[in-house]
């Protein structure tokens, strides 16, 4: 584990807010110059507390108005294995995470759709087909609230 001291902290809290700021404009907004501001960054990396960048897409504007949870448990574990499950379900463009848990159900798939009628579609003729599942259980997503996670 790396020890982050307070800079590091507000660094990583200004680039989950933007990842896209350069070392730079957020040296400046810090009062730090630019190569030490970059030096932390790139200890970030290395260390592997920031795992890289990614885009955070707009699903309703890309066509994809429903967001669902739905609750895996395998019915036959003995004869499926874990990675035959997961090796298929990622395959689905739809399914956007793919989670093992402990739990009542095995895995928490997060899928998207573009309307309820699409999801079932997906659910009768994608997930249901896959090898091993047994019960599903479905959570609609009504709203989110994202969070940037623990910084301390």
Known sequence: MIELDTTDRLILRALTQD?????????????????ATWRRIRRLYDSG?????????????????????????L??????SLEDFERAVTAIPEVQTVEHILGVY???LRIVARD????ERILRRRIMMLPGVGDVEA???????RRPGPIG
């Open 19 to 35: 990842a896209t700021q350069t070392a730079s404009a957020l040296g400046r907004s810090l009062g730090l110059s630019q190569p």
């Open 49 to 73: 507390v920031i795992n890289g960048q990614r885009l955070d897409l707009d699903r309703e504007k890309l066509g994809f108005g429903v967001t669902v949870f739905l609750g895996v448990k």
């Open 75 to 80: 019915a036959t574990k003995g004869r499926v």
């Open 106 to 108: 095995d895995y928490r």
């Open 116 to 119: 309820i009628s699409d999801f």
């Open 139 to 145: 959570n609609v997503l009504l709203s989110e609230e």
